[in-house]
């Protein structure tokens, strides 16, 4: 199972937009909704920010918003904000209860 | 709340076995599947392995099948992955995570070092 695509790299200034993409295959992202997104600062635990594609968990700012199209999941992240820098993964189910995650995007705030 | 706490990570050689646990609080543990997750020094999360919240079913990544076993006790709430044959490549922080189609909870994690 290959890992899903993400940029490495993503910048924006602060009450800016960024968005994150995510690709996969036919055989993940394309047939299954569920995929979710995790924020991650290095050294803690990673947080659950997006699921079903598009849910947010309750106390998940709405600045945080997931899409999908194809076999290419995204997320957006609006009014950017010094605390949104870290690093995002976005995971899909892959049939047969087993998972994959993207190679993940590290967020600069700049 | 929530909370997962996970330990026995540690030094290993190569070809060794070392057990990590999951300590589970905060929700009714019997009802949930649950995972593993690893992150290389330098790289990306990946999915270890799933067990399903009876312990009926257990899957695994082709990276890790026949080498690791992942269990359950719900009498302690606690989960576990049993890791044999271990490689240089298994050098990782191993996170538990709670649920099932997404993973809404996660421990602080344990690092396993396998190295000579």
């Known amino acids: 199972q290959s890992a899903l695509t993400q940029p490495r790299s993503v910048s924006g200034s602060p009450g800016q937009s960024v968005t994150i993409s995510c690709t996969g295959t036919?055989?993940?992202?394309?047939?299954?909704?569920?995929v979710s997104w995790y924020q991650h600062h290095p050294g803690k635990a990673p947080k659950f920010m997006i699921y079903d594609v598009s849910k947010r968990p309750s106390g998940v700012p709405d600045r945080f918003s997931g899409s999908k199209s194809g076999n290419t999941a995204s997320l957006t992240i609006s009014g950017l904000q010094a605390e949104d820098e870290a690093d995002y993964y976005c995971c899909s189910y892959a049939g047969s209860y087993t998972w994959v995650f993207g190679g993940g995007t590290k967020l600069t705030v700049l | 709340q929530v909370q997962l706490v996970e330990s026995g990570g540690g030094v290993v050689q190569p070809g060794g076995s070392l057990r990590l646990s999951c300590a589970a609080s905060g929700f009714t543990f019997s009802s949930y599947g649950m995972h593993w997750v690893r992150q290389a020094p330098g790289k990306g999360l990946e999915w270890v392995a799933f067990?399903?919240?009876?312990?009926?079913?257990?899957y695994y990544a082709e990276s890790v099948k026949g080498r690791f076993t992942i269990s359950r006790d719900k009498s302690k709430n606690t989960l576990y992955l049993q890791m044999n044959s271990l490689r240089a490549e298994d050098t990782a922080v191993y996170y538990c995570?709670?649920?099932?189609?997404?993973?809404?909870?996660w421990g602080q994690g344990t690092l396993v070092t396998v190295s000579s």
């Open positions: 036919s055989s993940d992202v394309g047939t299954y909704n569920y």
């Open positions: 995570a709670k649920d099932l189609w997404q993973l809404t909870d």
């Open positions: 067990i399903r919240y009876d312990g009926s079913n257990k």
